[in-house]
Each structure stands twice: as structure tokens, then as C-alpha cells.
């Protein structure tokens, strides 16, 4: 018996070591709540380490990883806030932008407001609002709430909007709020009004805001980093740029 083991243990010791897998296979994605959807299926077809998302507004989770919370790989709905990282010596690399969206003001599905046809955030406010009515926003430094003010304030309409104004903490909060008839309005990325029964009133024309990029980066440290740079490789890849796109977010613009 001795022997029989004493031979198994040598042959073991002379075997080729399969490639090592993340942690038992798990990549840590720090990622933006808009792309709740979409990066829970590209997880199940990336095949270097299994998909593990911390969802929650960019702003939140930069400052979580400063802080330093064990994340691989973050997903940021705005340069801003990815560049904060990088500044604070936390990114492995410069971060890549992996996609782009837009800005949509949103009704609950079948509600009133949806009915009345308001094409631009001056009739919604002129004439889709009802006295006393507010509209549901994300918080200053969250992404989709930084690019909503900006379109509001290149409109003109910032003062008018602000008194109607209520803060989320992400825009996934603004999402739920106004498809719950918690709130009548909102303002949200295109592709998370694909996701609710919510209607799109009318889209922000791109040249008042900011260009919405999503962008990628390593963060550096991190204890999965081949596998983290395997994840950016993966998300500038054609089958997933095809599949972003079906998802309605946009190409990056080329380089």
C-alpha cells in the first residue's frame, strides 16, 4: 500500500500543472448600475474566471476602491470618476472605453404623463408636469445625475428644475422610482429605460451633455491582473461589442 502510494505522489509531482484560475476562478467587476444587465451575461461567457459584480453609482465605487476594496476590474459610466482612480495610483494602465449611451427623460408605462406627448424637457416642464410634481434625478457626482444637470443647464432650464429635483443614489434608484409611480418623471441612460416598464418621453440632444462613455480599467494591485486584462481584451472584442450594441448601447467613438 505504502508503495502504490509512494508512487502516486511521484507521478502527481511529475504532472503538468493545470493554468490557475482566479481565486477559484473569481474576477471581482466594480461596475456602474447601468450596466447591470449586460455584465451579468458577458460574465457567463467569459471563460478565464467567473464573472463576481459589485453594482452601484461610479462615483460610490471609486471611492471604494481608494479605499481599497478588493476589486479586479472597474466599469465606469463616466471618465471622471475612472480618472479619480487613476490619480489616486489605484489603475494598472490607462482605462479604455469600451462603449457610449445616451440621456432619456422616462414615464411610468401607461400613465398620464406618457400620454401627453412632451417632446423636450421644456413641455415636460412647461406642460407635462402637474403643480407640485418632481422629477427623479441621481445624486450630484453620479454619472447619469452630472450629465442630466449639464443637458438641464445647457437648455437653460436648470434654475426651473431645480425646486422639482429629488436625488437618487444611482440611476438605477431613478429608474425604480418612477417605475413604481414613486415619482412621474425621471432622467435615465436609454438602455435602462430597455429594462422597466417605464416609457421614453423624449431624448436629450447629445451636444448638452458630455459624450456618455463607459470606460474599463485595471486596478492595479489587484490579485487577478492577467485575468482583469483578459476581461478588457474581452469587452473590445467583436462578439462583445455586438453584443453591447444589442443591449442599445453605442460603439465607442474610433479611435
Known amino acids: 500500500m505504502r508503495l502504490v502510494l ?15 484560475r482566479a481565486d477559484d476562478g ?58 479619480s482612480v ?15 449611451g445616451s440621456l432619456v427623460a422616462i414615464a411610468a408605462k401607461g400613465s398620464p404623463l406618457a400620454a401627453k406627448g412632451v417632446v423636450d424637457a421644456a413641455t415636460l416642464l ?3 408636469l402637474a403643480p407640485g410634481d418632481r422629477v427623479a434625478i441621481a445624486d450630484a457626482g453620479v454619472p447619469a445625475g452630472e450629465y442630466a444637470r449639464k443637458a438641464l443647464a445647457s437648455l437653460g432650464l436648470a ?4 425646486p422639482r429635483l429629488v436625488g437618487q443614489k444611482d440611476v438605477r434608484a431613478v429608474l425604480h422610482a418612477v417605475e413604481s409611480g414613486e415619482l412621474p418623471a425621471g432622467f435615465v441612460y436609454a438602455t435602462d429605460a430597455r429594462v422597466a416598464e417605464v416609457e421614453v418621453l423624449f431624448a436629450f440632444d447629445p451636444k448638452t451633455h458630455p459624450p456618455i462613455e463607459y470606460l474599463a480599467g485595471a486596478v492595479k494591485g489587484a490579485k487577478h491582473g492577467a485575468e482583469a486584462q483578459a476581461f478588457l481584451t474581452f469587452l473590445r472584442s467583436e ?17
Open 6 to 20: 509512494a508512487s502516486l505522489l511521484a507521478a502527481l509531482a511529475l504532472a503538468p500543472l493545470a493554468p490557475a
Open 159 to 162: 434654475a426651473a428644475y431645480e
Open 126 to 128: 412647461e406642460k407635462g
Open 86 to 100: 487613476k490619480e489616486a495610483g489605484k489603475l494598472d494602465g490607462d482605462p479604455v472605453v469600451f462603449a457610449r
Open 26 to 83: 473569481k474576477l471581482a467587476v466594480y461596475a456602474a448600475a447601468s450596466l447591470t444587465e449586460v455584465v451579468t451575461a458577458l460574465g457567463k461567457r467569459f471563460e478565464p474566471a467567473t464573472i463576481v459584480p459589485s453594482f452601484g453609482s461610479s462615483s460610490e465605487l471609486a471611492r471604494q476602491i481608494k479605499d481599497g476594496a478588493p476589486a479586479d476590474v472597474f466599469l465606469s459610466a463616466s471618465p471622471d470618476w475612472i480618472a
Open 239 to 255: 462578439a462583445t461589442q455586438a453584443e453591447l450594441v444589442a443591449a442599445g448601447f453605442r460603439l465607442p467613438a474610433p479611435e
